[in-house]
């Protein structure tokens, strides 16, 4: 399995702008993670998600963010529209289920200018 | 609402010390695991810690827990530059919260 695959890599986008996330979970795993990364703030747990359905998404900033699992293997991490506050690296991560580590993308570094 | 701390939060030793990372954190669950990331990547998982007294060993690092101090301690044994990293630890109370992390860094 090559893991869990987040696209893009690097997004660079204009204030008021829409982005969206992506990212694909390793097969098998039926919990997945949002994570936001700054220095200031350290790593935020966004949303989590299991078998599927929102678990948890306190940590959801605002309204402009929103999350959705359309399948099983897919998750979609949506700002709109976009502030320079959001900058950051957001990471997914996915697990087998409770009691299991976590596995993580390699990031998605968002600037917004 | 869980909170997970660590400290220190910064840390510089020479190689060949020991020294220990501390994780305390306010629930009761037992589930607790270790990371490491370097600057610039993803979190690489190190240790999965699921019951109390659990204690696992990986080269120079060994983490242990203790559920009832609601404590983890990752101790680093004769530090080599390799090391260096920003190492997480993170409770799995139903969902993932994770520590401030502990910047390691080790000096020739």
């Known amino acids: 399995d090559a893991g869990v695959i987040q696209s893009p890599r690097h997004e660079v986008t204009e204030m008021g702008q829409e982005v969206t996330l992506r990212c694909k979970l390793i097969?098998?795993?039926?919990?997945l993670f949002w994570y936001r990364q700054t220095m200031m703030r350290g790593l935020e747990l966004l949303i989590y998600?299991?078998?599927?359905?929102?678990?948890?998404d306190s940590g959801m900033p605002e309204d402009r963010f929103s999350a959705k699992m359309p399948n099983a293997s897919f998750s979609t991490l949506k700002i709109q529209p976009s502030e320079p506050r959001d900058s950051a690296v957001y990471f997914c991560?996915?697990?087998?289920?409770?009691?299991?580590?976590?596995?993580f993308g390699q990031g998605t570094r968002l600037t917004v200018v | 609402e869980l909170k997970v701390e660590q400290n220190p939060l910064f840390l510089s030793m020479q190689e060949g010390k020991n020294y220990t990372i501390y994780c305390n954190y306010s629930?009761?669950?037992?589930?607790l695991y270790w990371y490491r990331q370097d600057p610039g990547k993803s979190l690489e998982s190190l240790f999965v810690l699921l019951s109390n007294g659990a204690v696992k060993q990986e080269g120079r690092l060994m983490a242990s827990l203790d559920t009832k101090a609601r404590l983890s301690t990752l101790h680093i044994t004769a530090a080599v530059h390799d090391l260096s990293a920003t190492y997480f630890c993170a409770v799995d109370d139903k969902n993932f919260v994770f520590g401030p992390g502990t910047r390691l860094s080790v000096l020739p």
């Open positions: 097969s098998g795993h039926n919990s």
């Open positions: 998600f299991n078998n599927n359905v929102p678990i948890d």
């Open positions: 991560a996915s697990s087998p289920g409770w009691g299991t580590e976590a596995f």
């Open positions: 629930t009761t669950s037992d589930r």
